[in-house]
């Protein structure tokens, strides 16, 4: 069992920046894939970024690309999204996932944590 826990959300003003972290339980980090996704009110959850289990690839979405970075530090079971350039349409609870396959279909998820972007 891998339980991830979110954090780092909270309310910026349009422009800000903001960076999520993702602490995972467990010995076993370094085998996952791991993503971000969101879910705005009214609408299905979505993909952000990814990062592979050594953290050479990465994947984002292209309406975060050149402004969320992802990355890993498996010493510290941790996963990050640095957010810049907010805008109010990136408010939206903030989910971590991971995966031993295809991030299509996560093993696991966290809690979430909420990122409100004012105009």
């Known amino acids: 069992q891998v339980q991830l826990v979110e954090s780092g959300g909270g309310l910026v003003q349009a422009g800000g920046s903001l960076r999520l972290s993702c602490t995972a339980s467990?010995?076993?980090?370094?085998?996952?894939?791991m993503g971000w996704f969101r879910q705005a009110p009214g609408k299905e959850r979505e993909f952000v970024a990814a990062?592979?289990?050594?953290?050479?690839?990465?994947y984002y979405a292209d309406s975060v690309k050149g402004r969320f970075t992802i990355s890993r530090d498996n010493a510290k079971n941790t996963v990050y999204l640095p957010m810049n350039t907010l805008k109010p349409e990136d408010t939206a609870v903030y989910y971590c996932?991971?995966?031993?396959?295809?991030?299509?279909?996560?093993?696991?998820w966290g809690q979430g944590t909420q990122v409100t972007v004012s105009s």
């Open positions: 996932a991971a995966s031993s396959g295809s991030l299509n279909s996560p093993d696991y």
């Open positions: 467990g010995r076993t980090f370094s085998r996952y894939a």
């Open positions: 990062i592979s289990q050594s953290g050479g690839s990465t």
